[in-house]
T-cell receptor, first 110, second 114 residues
Framework: GQQVMQIPQYQHVQEGEDFTTYCNSS?????IQWYKQRPGGHPVFLIQ?????EVKKQKRLTFQFGEAKKNSSLHITATQTTDVGTYFC??????????FGAGTRLTVKP | DSGVTQTPKHLITATGQRVTLRCSPR?????VYWYQQSLDQGLQFLIQ???????AKGNILERFSAQQFPDLHSELNLSSLELGDSALYFC?????????????FGPGTRLTVL
């Protein structure tokens, strides 16, 4: 079936280091969304990418949508302890099913 | 605070039982989505309602059902509960009907089936 694969599953970094999570879809997506879930919290929408090759920035976060609209990445520059949480990508399939990646759990050592 | 409310916060019940989870969307949002989050399955989309009508269906079991009422709040009914149904159940809402709209998640209901 259609899947959204996300790697890595876990990432442990030292504060100040960079972090990247990757998302791959088995099929072309009309758009991709990224969410962040803090420990014990609920997913919070970060951004949506729609265009092929699109790059969007939010302060230290850079989001990219691949040219084929089948992959995406989230890069955090100079991580801070407030970046701790699980980052999910999600994409709509057949306009009636939202598929989430398994998430990348980020921990940051001060 | 996303503006989406869910009750109850925690629910403990036994196998074979039936429970109802409730969700109130953000003011003005017409769509409600239900998700199940478990450790081994991640975040699974169950179902979406838009303005009272079912709009999209994901991996929802036949033992589960949902509805959206005229005041736009929604309920997720889980019946013949099994141990594997233990999970966090999130409700989310969005303004419009497209499943790819930005979704605002509630705090979740943690269901434990013993």
């Amino acid at each position: 079936g259609q899947q959204v694969m996300q790697i890595p599953q876990y990432q442990h970094v030292q504060e100040g280091e960079d972090f990247t999570t990757y998302c791959n879809s088995s099929t072309t997506l009309s758009n991709i969304q990224w969410y962040k879930q803090r420990p014990g919290g609920h997913p919070v929408f970060l951004i949506q990418l729609v265009k092929s090759g699109e790059v969007k920035k939010q302060k230290r976060l850079t989001f990219q949508f691949g040219e084929a609209k089948k992959n995406s990445s989230l890069h955090i520059t100079a991580t801070q302890t407030t970046d701790v949480g699980t980052y999910f990508c999600a994409g709509p399939y057949n306009n009636n099913d939202m598929r989430f990646g398994a998430g990348t759990r980020l921990t940051v050592k001060p | 605070d996303s503006g989406v409310t869910q009750t109850p916060k925690h629910l403990i019940t036994a196998t074979g039982q039936r429970v109802t989870l409730r969700c109130s969307p953000r003011s003005g949002d017409l769509s409600v989505y239900w998700y199940q989050q478990s450790l081994d399955q991640g975040l699974q989309f169950l179902i979406q309602y838009y303005n009272g009508e079912e709009r999209a269906k994901g991996n929802i079991l036949e033992r589960f059902s949902a509805q959206q009422f005229p005041d736009l709040h929604s309920e997720l009914n889980l019946s013949s509960l099994e141990l594997g149904d233990s999970a966090l159940y999130f409700c989310a809402s969005s303004v419009a009907g497209a499943i790819s709209n930005e979704q605002f998640f509630g705090p979740g209901t943690r269901l434990t089936v013993l």
